[in-house]
């Protein structure tokens, strides 16, 4: 007979339950432009002062914080802004702190405080970050994005 904390852990569940698509075919043709360099801050406002004043690319990751040496990540949620990251980045932990939050981001920005990571990179030269955007889109599908290239989301939704 459950007990009453199997039903709180298993809300606790469904409320942790994501879906992701691993599809290696589309890996493998992911083509970005030479140049990005990638930083890794925790989603903190600690964090602030770290995160450049540029346009650029930016992505929600997930990393379990635990005692293990097994490096493992979770691609949550990819973005562009024209405006500076600093900007996009504050805009988000004001919104996380509001109790606002869009509904893509609900399931991600309050509900991994300490594990939650804020991933950016300018964009060179002769790109565009929407251009980034999209091949990191169509290349790994995360959970939290619902813009994905319609030829990759018609034949994710046929199965």
């Known amino acids: ?3 009453v904390n199997d039903l709180i852990d298993g809300a606790q569940l469904t409320t942790h339950t994501h879906e992701f698509t691993l599809w290696p075919r589309q890996w493998t043709p992911l083509q970005l432009p030479p140049g ?5 801050v925790p989603f903190s406002a600690l964090s602030t002062d770290a995160i450049v004043d540029v346009p650029g690319v930016y992505a929600f990751v997930i990393r379990p ?11 949550m949620y990819v973005g562009k802004t024209d405006r500076p990251l600093a900007v996009r980045f504050r805009e988000y932990l004001r919104e996380r702190d509001s109790g606002e939050i869009r ?19 300018p964009v060179p030269a002769g790109s565009t970050p929407a251009g980034v955007e999209a091949a990191l889109l169509s290349a790994f599908i995360p959970p939290g994005n619902d813009q994905i290239d ?3 989301n018609r034949i994710r939704k046929a199965f």
């Open 1 to 3: 007979m459950p007990q």
């Open 65 to 75: 914080q635990t005692p293990l040496t097994l490096e493992t990540s979770y691609l």
């Open 103 to 121: 509904p893509k981001l609900l399931r991600i920005l309050p509900l991994y405080d300490r594990h939650l990571f804020f991933a950016f990179t």
């Open 36 to 40: 990005l360099q990638w930083t890794v």
């Open 150 to 152: 319609a030829h990759v």
